[in-house]
């Protein structure tokens, strides 16, 4: 692409009835020349199969992923085209983060989704971790990913059997296939973390379910990190039977949780840091059960009757 800038189509997938879409707002604000900016919102209810809609029509040689709710600053775009003067950089992300209004909650969501003992290399999706490098699908996350379009089109775009996930596989493919994978601490968007607890915790069940999935449809030895929370929860039930190893194992757990707590005091005070305790707990037996159940659902995805149901929308600036 040498010292020109490319053009780009930033894809961001919406339910169908959504009236508000930040992502449209920020998106038009974005600092690049309008005649090589084109912005599509893909209605439906799959976002697998919208992505894959919206990639077929875009006309970027980049496309920028944005979910409905990240809000990206005006400079992503030229930060983030910069890195592919570099023929063999295919995709480019970056962390999203708690803005800085977002309830007392939330805020803490965001710590423990940025905590290192409960998303391990996962942590940088939520919080900026150290300098411009090559990275892989661990630390990149699809609410604020750049890729070439062509390539995307050359390995078929997204499994549409997996959501979520679909972008690691993809990004496995890709990595596999010689590409390199960009994370940049900088290019960051922010979007707020879940609002309930209860939705909270269906969202670690489902990241579990879909880390599960994608190992049966892609095993990679980077996935063995993620077998950690099942196994958790299978020493949980098999606590009553261990004795006092089990206690002393449980302990030691429980101390690196605090040391994990302590840590997180410089980033969201003690009261905040404290009251991510439970929650960072709640992760490892909500995934693992997540993952267990990933394990053995039914793979399907009914993709032609989907897509039928979506709708493309051009957005002018």
Known sequence: MNNRLPSVTVIIAARPDQAEIKAVAAARQLDYPPELLEIIVARGKQPSVQRNTALRASRGELVYFLDDDSVAPSGNLRRAAAHFSDAKVQTVGGPNLCP?????????????????????????????????????????????????????????????????????????????????????????????????????????????????????????????????????????????????????????YFLAVLIQVAALISRGGVLRSLAATPFIVLTHILYGIGFWRGLFTRLKTNGNQVRAEVVLENIAR
Do not use: H
């Not at 890729?147 to 596999?176: C, H, S, V, W």
């Not at 579990?208 to 049966?216: H, V």
């Not at 030895?221 to 929370?229: D, E, K, R, T």
């Open 100 to 252: 800085p209004d977002a309830p007392a909650l939330e805020k803490i969501f965001a710590l423990v989704l940025g905590s290192w003992i409960a998303f391990g290399p996962s942590r940088a999706r939520y919080t900026p971790v150290g300098r411009l490098r090559d990275s892989g699908e661990k630390e990149l996350i699809l609410c604020n990913l750049v890729a070439r379009r062509e390539t995307l089109l050359q390995l078929g775009g997204f499994n549409e059997a997996l959501y979520p996930n679909e972008e690691n596989a993809l990004m496995d493919e890709i990595q596999k296939r010689g590409g390199r994978l960009l994370y940049d601490p900088e290019l960051i968007v922010q979007r707020r973390p879940r609002s309930t607890i209860k939705s909270f915790a269906k969202m670690l069940m489902t990241y579990g379910r879909g880390r599960a999935e994608q190992f049966r449809v892609r095993p990679t030895f980077g996935s063995a990190l993620n077998f950690v929370p099942p196994l958790f929860c299978v020493f949980l039930v098999a606590l009553p039977l261990l004795g006092k190893i089990g206690l002393v194992a449980l302990g030691i």
